[in-house]
């Protein structure tokens, strides 16, 4: 799984409160259409996050797993 990618589309997420709505909406189509290509696993990933939380929820996770060098920023 590249972390680059998943970076992105959270600092994208993060930034950007247009993708957010459309993330909110469909996650994968929103970040198809934002031109980021996922493989199996990433995709897995993001299927795994819980786009109901607040936005401050979601940044604090986020943020705080992506500080974790062991985890990932949906342990």
Do not use: C, H
Not at 25 to 51: H, M, T, V, W
């Amino acid at each position: 799984m590249s972390e680059e990618i998943v970076k992105a589309i959270v600092d994208k997420y993060v930034a950007d409160e247009t993708f957010r709505a459309e993330v909110r909406a469909d996650p994968e189509g929103a970040i198809r259409s934002a031109g980021f290509n996922l493989d199996d696993e990433e995709r897995a990933l993001l299927k795994s996050i819980d786009f109901s939380q607040t936005d401050e929820q979601l940044s604090n996770r986020l943020s705080a797993s992506w500080s974790d060098p062991i985890g990932t920023p949906f342990d």
